[in-house]
C-alpha cells in the first residue's frame, strides 16, 4: 500500500460500477486540464512581464494531465484493437 | 504562512471525502485545489511561499491522477508505473520550474554508510507496516520475473516518487520557511496521502515514518537511504511478507511481541529526533547570537529554552489571530478569507457532488469502520485482505484462489431496491439486481454447511464437507471441515475443526492433534463463497425457478456459473479455472442453517 495506489484506488477500480466511475472521473481530470489550458491562453495574452512565468507554473499540472489523457487513450485504443 | 496548514487539512478532507463519500467526490475536491494553488502561488509575489503553494499543488495532483489512470484490465502492479510516470514529470517540471539543481532535491553522491543504514531499516520497518495493514499480495503466485518487475516498478515509482516529492522537494521548500517543524509537515502531508489505506493505525505509522525519514534527510542531505527503505518496505508489503509470513506460521505472541518492538523503535527514534531538533535549534542559535552560556547549559536546560521559543511563537500568532479578529491587518484578514473560502469551496464542491451521485451517503470505502483488518462481530463479512485459508490439499489444488476482500455492504448500491421489492416484482430481473441479492445474502451469512468437491485435470478428485458457525458476541466462531482426497494410491481423508483460536486435526489413524488455529473460521469460508467483487462479462441470466449466472472473475481467471434461488440465495457454485482446468463445484445444503460443531473428544 502506498500513497500512489490505495485501498480506494483499488475499490473503485474493481467495483462493478467501476466503468461508471472511471468514465466520471476521466471526465473531471478532462474538464480540470481543459480549465488550466485556458487559464493559460488568457494568461500568454496578458501584456506582463511575469505572464510567461505564471504560464509555467501551470504547465507544472498541464504536463502530467496530458501524459495522463494520451496514457489512457493509448491503453483503450490497443485495448479496443485487441 | 498560515494558508499552510489551511491547504493541507483542506487536503485531508479531500482524502477523507474518499474514504466516506467515495471517489467522485475526493476527485472533484483535489481537482477545485489543484486550480486554487496553482492560482494562489501566481498571485504569491514571495518566493519561498510561491514555492510551497506549487509543492503542495502536487499532492492532490497525485491523487486526481491515481483515481483516473488506473485501467481494470492492466494488472495492479502496472498501475504503480502509470501513475507514477506522470508524477515524476510533475515532479522534474516544478524542480525546473523553481531553479532547483539536483543536489538540493537529495540526489547528489553522499556518504554511503549512513545511506546504507537507512535503507537497511526499511526490512525491519516493512514487516511492521505489512502486520498493521495486512494487505494482499499484488499477484497471488508471482514468479521470479513478476518478482523482479515488480520491485523495479516499486523502486522507481513509488519508492523514488514518493521520496522525490515529500522530502527531496516538499521538506525542501517548506523548512526554508518554517525551519525544523517543515519535517512535521512534510511527514502529515504524507501520512494524509494514506487515509485512502483505510486503516488508521497504518497513517499513524506512516506520519511517524515520515518524520523518521524527514530526520534522515535532513541530517545527511540525501534521500537516496529513504528512497531505498522506502522501496523494502513496499516491496516487502508486496511480494515478500504475505508469502513468508504464510510459511512461518507465527503466532499471535510473536506478531504482537514484534509490532511492540517496532514501536518502541520508532519512538526511540522520535525521541531522538526531537532531541535532534532542539540541538540544531541550539546550534542556529548560537550561530546568529553568540551565546556562550547556552552551550554549558544541559539537555532539560536546552528544552526550557525551547519551550519558551514555542511560547513565544504562540503569543506571537495569538496576537496576530487578536488583530485579525479586531480587523486591524486589512489585507491579512482579507487574503485569509479568500483561502477559507476557496478551501470550503474545494471541499463542498465534491461534498455536494458526492450528495447529488449519492443521496445517502454511503457510497464510500469506510463503511461503518476506518479499521477493515478488524472486523465488528456482527458483520464478519466486512472483512478485507483475509489470508488464503484452505486445507493443505485443497490449498494445493486452488492455486488461482487468489485471496480477495468480500463486497462490503459498503459498496453495495445503495439506490439498488431491496430484497422483498425485488422478490415482488414480475418479469424478467436483470442480473445487476440478483447479483445485489447475493451479496446481502453473503453479508447476512452467520451459519450453514456446505459441500464441495474439486476435480482435477488427471482426472483425481477432492471432497470437502464443510459446517461452519461465524460466531457473534456471545459465541466464538467455530468450522469443521472434512476433506478425502481421491487418487490412485487410494483415497486420503482428514477432518479439521477450528473453534475460536483453536484447532484440532484428525489423521488417518484417527488421532486428533491439536493445532493453533493459523485462520479464522470466516477466513477458511471464504474460499467457498461466490465472491462477486471482481465480475466481468456477466453474460446472461436463465429462470428455471431459478436464476443461473454466468461470468467471469478476473481476479481468479476463472468462469463462473452460479444458481441462486428466488430470493438471491446461493444454491450452487461451479467455477472453472482457465490457468489449469481445476473445476471447484460448491453446493450449500443449508445457508444459515443451524449446526453443532463441538471439539473433539
Same mark, same amino acid.
Given at each position: 500500500?502506498?500513497?500512489?495506489?490505495?485501498?480506494?484506488?483499488?475499490?473503485?477500480?474493481?467495483?462493478?460500477?467501476?466503468?461508471?466511475?472511471?468514465?466520471?472521473?476521466?471526465?473531471?481530470?478532462?474538464?480540470?486540464?481543459?480549465?488550466?489550458?485556458?487559464?493559460?491562453?488568457?494568461?500568454?495574452?496578458?501584456?506582463?512581464?511575469?505572464?510567461?512565468?505564471?504560464?509555467?507554473?501551470?504547465?507544472?499540472?498541464?504536463?502530467?494531465?496530458?501524459?495522463?489523457?494520451?496514457?489512457?487513450?493509448?491503453?483503450?485504443?490497443?485495448?479496443?484493437?485487441? | 504562512?498560515?494558508?499552510?496548514?489551511?491547504?493541507?487539512?483542506?487536503?485531508?478532507?479531500?482524502?477523507?471525502?474518499?474514504?466516506?463519500?467515495?471517489?467522485?467526490?475526493?476527485?472533484?475536491?483535489?481537482?477545485?485545489?489543484?486550480?486554487?494553488?496553482?492560482?494562489?502561488?501566481?498571485?504569491?509575489?514571495?518566493?519561498?511561499?510561491?514555492?510551497?503553494?506549487?509543492?503542495?499543488?502536487?499532492?492532490?495532483?497525485?491523487?486526481?491522477?491515481?483515481?483516473?489512470?488506473?485501467?481494470?484490465?492492466?494488472?495492479?502492479?502496472?498501475?504503480?508505473?502509470?501513475?507514477?510516470?506522470?508524477?515524476?514529470?510533475?515532479? *522534474?517540471?516544478?524542480?525546473?520550474?523553481?531553479?532547483?539543481?539536483?543536489?538540493?532535491?537529495?540526489?547528489?553522491?553522499?556518504?554511503?554508510?549512513?545511506?546504507?543504514?537507512?535503507?537497511?531499516?526499511?526490512?525491519?520497518?516493512?514487516?511492521?507496516?505489512?502486520?498493521?495493514?495486512?494487505?494482499?499480495?499484488?499477484?497471488?503466485?508471482?514468479?521470479?520475473?513478476?518478482?523482479?518487475?515488480?520491485?523495479?516498478?516499486?523502486?522507481?515509482?513509488?519508492?523514488?516518487?514518493?521520496?522525490?516529492?515529500?522530502?527531496?522537494?516538499?521538506?525542501?521548500?517548506?523548512?526554508?520557511?518554517?525551519?525544523?517543524?517543515?519535517?512535521?509537515?512534510?511527514?502529515?502531508?504524507?501520512?494524509?496521502?494514506?487515509?485512502?489505506?483505510?486503516?488508521?493505525?497504518?497513517?499513524?505509522?506512516?506520519?511517524?515514518?515520515?518524520?523518521?525519514?524527514?530526520?534522515?534527510?535532513?541530517?545527511?542531505?540525501?534521500?537516496?537511504?529513504?528512497?531505498?527503505?522506502?522501496?523494502?518496505?513496499?516491496?516487502?508489503?508486496?511480494?515478500?511478507?504475505?508469502?513468508?509470513?504464510?510459511?512461518?506460521?507465527?503466532?499471535?505472541?510473536?506478531?504482537?511481541?514484534?509490532?511492540?518492538?517496532?514501536?518502541?523503535?520508532?519512538?526511540?527514534?522520535?525521541?531522538?529526533?526531537?532531541?535532534?531538533?532542539?540541538?540544531?535549534?541550539? $546550534?542556529?542559535?548560537?550561530?546568529?547570537?553568540?551565546?556562550?552560556?547556552?552551550?554549558?547549559?544541559?539537555?532539560?536546560?536546552?528544552?526550557?529554552?525551547?519551550?519558551?521559543?514555542?511560547?513565544?511563537?504562540?503569543?506571537?500568532?495569538?496576537?496576530?489571530?487578536?488583530?485579525?479578529?479586531?480587523?486591524?491587518?486589512?489585507?491579512?484578514?482579507?487574503?485569509?478569507?479568500?483561502?477559507?473560502?476557496?478551501?470550503?469551496?474545494?471541499?463542498?464542491?465534491?461534498?455536494?457532488?458526492?450528495?447529488?451521485?449519492?443521496?445517502?451517503?454511503?457510497?464510500?470505502?469506510?463503511?461503518?469502520?476506518?479499521?477493515?483488518?478488524?472486523?465488528?462481530?456482527?458483520?464478519?463479512?466486512?472483512?478485507?485482505?483475509?489470508?488464503?485459508?484452505?486445507?493443505?490439499?485443497? *490449498?494445493?489444488?486452488?492455486?488461482?484462489?487468489?485471496?480477495?476482500?468480500?463486497?462490503?455492504?459498503?459498496?453495495?448500491?445503495?439506490?439498488?431496491?431491496?430484497?422483498?421489492?425485488?422478490?415482488?416484482?414480475?418479469?424478467?430481473?436483470?442480473?445487476?439486481?440478483?447479483?445485489?441479492?447475493?451479496?446481502?445474502?453473503?453479508?447476512?451469512?452467520?451459519?450453514?454447511?456446505?459441500? *464441495?468437491?474439486?476435480?482435477?485435470?488427471?482426472?483425481?478428485?477432492?471432497?470437502?464437507?464443510?459446517?461452519?458457525?461465524?460466531?457473534?458476541?456471545?459465541?466464538?466462531?467455530?468450522?469443521?471441515?472434512? $476433506?478425502?482426497?481421491?487418487?490412485?494410491?487410494?483415497?486420503?481423508?482428514?477432518?479439521?475443526?477450528?473453534?475460536?483460536?483453536?484447532?484440532?486435526?484428525?489423521?488417518?489413524?484417527?488421532?486428533?492433534?491439536?493445532?493453533?488455529? +493459523?485462520?479464522?473460521?470466516?477466513?477458511?469460508?471464504?474460499?467457498?463463497?461466490?465472491?462477486?467483487?471482481?465480475?466481468?462479462?456477466?453474460?446472461?441470466?436463465?429462470?428455471?425457478? $431459478?436464476?443461473?449466472?454466468?461470468?467471469?472473475?478476473?481476479? +481468479?481467471?476463472?468462469?463462473?456459473?452460479?444458481?441462486?434461488? *428466488?430470493?438471491?440465495?446461493?444454491?450452487?457454485?461451479?467455477?472453472?479455472?482457465?490457468?489449469?482446468?481445476?473445476?471447484?463445484?460448491?453446493?450449500?445444503?443449508?445457508?444459515?442453517?443451524?449446526?453443532?460443531?463441538?471439539?473433539?473428544?
Amino acid at each position: 500500500m502506498t500513497a500512489t495506489v490505495t485501498e480506494v484506488t483499488i475499490s473503485t477500480i474493481m467495483s462493478n460500477s467501476s466503468d461508471a466511475l472511471s468514465t466520471t472521473l476521466a471526465i473531471i481530470a478532462t474538464l480540470l486540464l481543459l480549465v488550466l489550458l485556458v487559464q493559460k491562453e488568457i494568461i500568454r495574452a496578458l501584456v506582463n512581464p511575469r505572464a510567461k512565468r505564471w504560464a509555467d507554473t501551470l504547465n507544472i499540472a498541464i504536463v502530467p494531465l496530458l501524459l495522463a489523457f494520451g496514457l489512457v487513450v493509448a491503453i483503450r485504443f490497443t485495448d479496443l484493437l485487441h | 504562512m498560515v494558508a499552510v496548514p489551511i491547504y493541507i487539512a483542506t487536503i485531508a478532507i479531500a482524502e477523507a471525502l474518499g474514504v466516506f463519500l467515495g471517489a467522485v467526490p475526493s476527485a472533484v475536491s483535489h481537482a477545485v485545489l489543484i486550480l486554487v494553488l496553482l492560482g494562489h502561488s501566481i498571485l504569491m509575489d514571495r518566493a519561498p511561499s510561491r514555492h510551497i503553494l506549487l509543492v503542495l499543488a502536487l499532492a492532490p495532483l497525485l491523487r486526481l491522477l491515481s483515481l483516473t489512470i488506473p485501467i481494470r484490465e492492466v494488472p495492479q502492479i502496472y498501475w504503480y508505473a502509470m501513475i507514477g510516470a506522470p508524477v515524476l514529470v510533475a515532479v *522534474a517540471a516544478t524542480a525546473r520550474h523553481l531553479d532547483l539543481p539536483w543536489s538540493r532535491l537529495g540526489l547528489h553522491r553522499a556518504p554511503w554508510p549512513p545511506q546504507i543504514l537507512i535503507a537497511c531499516s526499511g526490512l525491519p520497518l516493512s514487516l511492521t507496516a505489512f502486520l498493521i495493514l495486512q494487505p494482499k499480495p499484488l499477484a497471488p503466485q508471482p514468479g521470479w520475473y513478476g518478482i523482479v518487475i515488480g520491485s523495479i516498478i516499486l523502486l522507481i515509482f513509488a519508492g523514488f516518487t514518493e521520496e522525490i516529492l515529500f522530502r527531496g522537494l516538499l521538506q525542501q521548500v517548506i523548512t526554508e520557511i518554517f525551519g525544523p517543524a517543515g519535517l512535521v509537515y512534510s511527514s502529515t502531508l504524507l501520512a494524509i496521502m494514506y487515509i485512502g489505506s483505510l486503516s488508521l493505525r497504518y497513517v499513524l505509522f506512516i506520519g511517524l515514518l515520515g518524520l523518521f525519514f524527514s530526520w534522515c534527510v535532513s541530517r545527511t542531505g540525501s534521500i537516496w537511504g529513504v528512497v531505498l527503505a522506502h522501496s523494502f518496505i513496499n516491496i516487502g508489503m508486496a511480494f515478500l511478507w504475505p508469502f513468508l509470513g504464510a510459511q512461518l506460521n507465527l503466532s499471535p505472541q510473536i506478531v504482537a511481541t514484534i509490532q511492540l518492538g517496532s514501536w518502541l523503535l520508532i519512538v526511540i527514534g522520535i525521541i531522538i529526533f526531537v532531541l535532534t531538533l532542539l540541538q540544531s535549534s541550539s $546550534t542556529s542559535s548560537k550561530a546568529s547570537t553568540p551565546q556562550p552560556v547556552l552551550a554549558q547549559q544541559s539537555q532539560f536546560n536546552q528544552l526550557h529554552v525551547y519551550l519558551s521559543r514555542v511560547h513565544a511563537q504562540y503569543q506571537a500568532l495569538h496576537e496576530r489571530l487578536q488583530k485579525w479578529r479586531e480587523g486591524r491587518s486589512g489585507y491579512f484578514t482579507y487574503r485569509l478569507n479568500i483561502i477559507f473560502v476557496l478551501c470550503i469551496a474545494a471541499v463542498l464542491t465534491g461534498l455536494g457532488i458526492g450528495l447529488v451521485l449519492n443521496p445517502q451517503g454511503s457510497a464510500g470505502f469506510a463503511g461503518s469502520s476506518i479499521e477493515p483488518t478488524t472486523a465488528p462481530a456482527s458483520t464478519p463479512l466486512a472483512t478485507s485482505a483475509p489470508a488464503l485459508a484452505v486445507p493443505s490439499h485443497v *490449498a494445493v489444488a486452488l492455486p488461482s484462489l487468489s485471496p480477495q476482500p468480500l463486497l462490503t455492504p459498503a459498496l453495495i448500491p445503495t439506490t439498488a431496491p431491496s430484497k422483498t421489492a425485488v422478490a415482488s416484482t414480475t418479469g424478467p430481473v436483470s442480473a445487476e439486481i440478483i447479483l445485489l441479492q447475493v451479496a446481502q445474502a453473503e453479508a447476512g451469512l452467520r451459519v450453514g454447511q456446505l459441500e *464441495a468437491t474439486i476435480t482435477y485435470g488427471s482426472g483425481q478428485s477432492s471432497a470437502a464437507q464443510v459446517r461452519f458457525d461465524l460466531g457473534d458476541e456471545q459465541r466464538v466462531p467455530r468450522f469443521q471441515i472434512t $476433506t478425502s482426497y481421491t487418487s490412485t494410491d487410494g483415497v486420503q481423508s482428514t477432518e479439521r475443526i477450528t473453534i475460536g483460536d483453536q484447532a484440532w486435526e484428525r489423521q488417518q489413524d484417527g488421532q486428533w492433534t491439536v493445532l493453533s488455529a +493459523r485462520e479464522s473460521a470466516l477466513k477458511q469460508l471464504q474460499v467457498f463463497l461466490p465472491r462477486t467483487d471482481s465480475i466481468s462479462d456477466l453474460k446472461r441470466v436463465t429462470m428455471k425457478g $431459478t436464476y443461473v449466472l454466468h461470468w467471469y472473475d478476473t481476479a +481468479r481467471d476463472a468462469d463462473v456459473t452460479l444458481r441462486v434461488d *428466488a430470493a438471491g440465495i446461493p444454491q450452487q457454485l461451479r467455477r472453472v479455472s482457465r490457468a489449469n482446468g481445476l473445476v471447484l463445484t460448491v453446493t450449500y445444503s443449508g445457508w444459515n442453517s443451524e449446526v453443532d460443531i463441538a471439539p473433539p473428544d
